[in-house]
């Protein structure tokens, strides 16, 4: 089992930039495929990056593509989610996720605030 603990977030303006960051415990992340996810307001969770355990493999949902990246430091164990040129509609609950097999475990989330 791996335990996550998301930082990072914070109350920005439109067009700036901020990086989270989700540190494992527990286990090494190299074990692990890891994403990020958010959930604005009365609204579902949605995924918004993946990386593979290798890290050779990304994927990002349409709205912040070109805009976040993320990587992962397994000696660090640590996944990292720049986000640049923020947006309002970015605002909402982050959460890292480690993923393997059947089993998906989550960090507590935080927030991210983007003023217009």
């Known amino acids: 089992q791996v335990q996550l603990v998301e930082s990072g977030g914070g109350v920005v303006q439109a067009g700036d930039s901020l990086r989270l960051s989700c540190a494992a415990s527990g286990r090494a992340t190299s074990n692990y495929a890891l994403a990020w996810f958010r959930q604005a307001p009365g609204r579902a969770r949605e995924a918004v990056a993946s990386i593979s355990r290798t890290g050779g493999g990304t994927w990002y949902t349409n709205s912040v593509k070109g805009r976040f990246t993320i990587s992962r430091d397994d000696a660090k164990n640590t996944v990292y989610l720049q986000m640049n040129s923020l947006v309002p509609e970015d605002t909402a609950v982050y959460y890292c996720?480690?993923?393997?097999?059947?089993?998906?475990?989550w960090g507590q989330g935080t927030q991210v605030t983007v003023s217009s």
């Open positions: 996720q480690a993923e393997l097999g059947r089993n998906a475990y």
